[in-house]
């Protein structure tokens, strides 16, 4: 089974791994991957055991647990990595498929604690004087009014870095609520400024869509099928509006070419030139992993 570790910036992002059994040893394990922890778990489900697996890189520890599948299966959890594996296959073989793969583990569990952090982090961001990104600016939430609508002091569509969005809830609101409240903002105003730009951009390009919407998918960032009808994810709301110009675009291109050949991203420079800056930045984010909210 042939399995790809540097995934398309649309692509599709699997949430579990699975590979034979059988797997080689790499002869030159990848040396640019940085170090990242892999601590054994306060405690482990019945079944389960810890086991290290040293790597030219580093030394990646994982709860193995044997199950009666018929393939090896490499899962990202809350704890770390959990290899599954049938009761048959052996303990070498198991450490040459962590090997084999220590890129993408490495690659998963850094994600995995970047969010986790992030998430952490989380409860700051929810209350009065919390920031969030908003096209590319950091704007305050500010608490304290019970009464009327949510309220944006600032351009709606031009933010500058400490623009007010006065939310109609007691300073001791939970940050749940805060939370829901601003999301559905952010949507508000992603509705709204992404269906400008796609309108803009069909104009520029003489094509037409069927129809389009928001997602809220977790792998990525746009998509657009062959009957014409393109999905847009909300959260690029948080980044500046060249970058969601450019998601905007390279959907739009799919409508002339459904692939990333040289005839497609000459599309993308003709309705959009100069557009590699903003694809150059969009490629070092996951969605992932963002918004950091």
Known sequence: MSLSEQLELFSEVPAALVIPSKLPVPTKPAADIAVVPTVRPPSLAAGTRWREVRTGTQTIGFVLQRSRRKSIGLTINDDGLLITAPSWVGLGQIDEVVIEKSRWILDKLSVSQARKAQMAMAHTRWQDGGDIPYLGNRIILRLGE??????????????????????????????????????????????????????????????????????????????????????????????????????????????????????FWREVGRILPGFERARNILRQQDPACLPLI
Request: aromatic share 10%.
């Open 146 to 263: 019970t009464q009327g609508p949510t309220r944006f002091l600032g351009s709606a569509f031009a933010p500058v870095d400490g623009d007010t969005l006065r939310l109609a809830l007691p300073v001791t609101a939970e940050h749940g609520r805060i939370r829901d409240i601003v999301h559905a903002w952010l949507q508000h105003q992603a509705q709204a400024w992404f269906d400008q730009r796609l309108q803009h951009f069909l104009s520029v390009s003489q094509l037409q869509i069927k129809r389009w919407r928001l997602s809220s998918a977790a792998t990525r960032w746009g998509s657009c099928n062959s009957d014409g009808n393109i999905m847009l994810n909300w959260r690029l709301i948080h980044f500046e509006r060249d970058i969601i110009d450019y998601v905007v675009v390279h959907e739009i291109a799919h409508l002339r070419e459904m692939n990333h050949s040289k005839n």
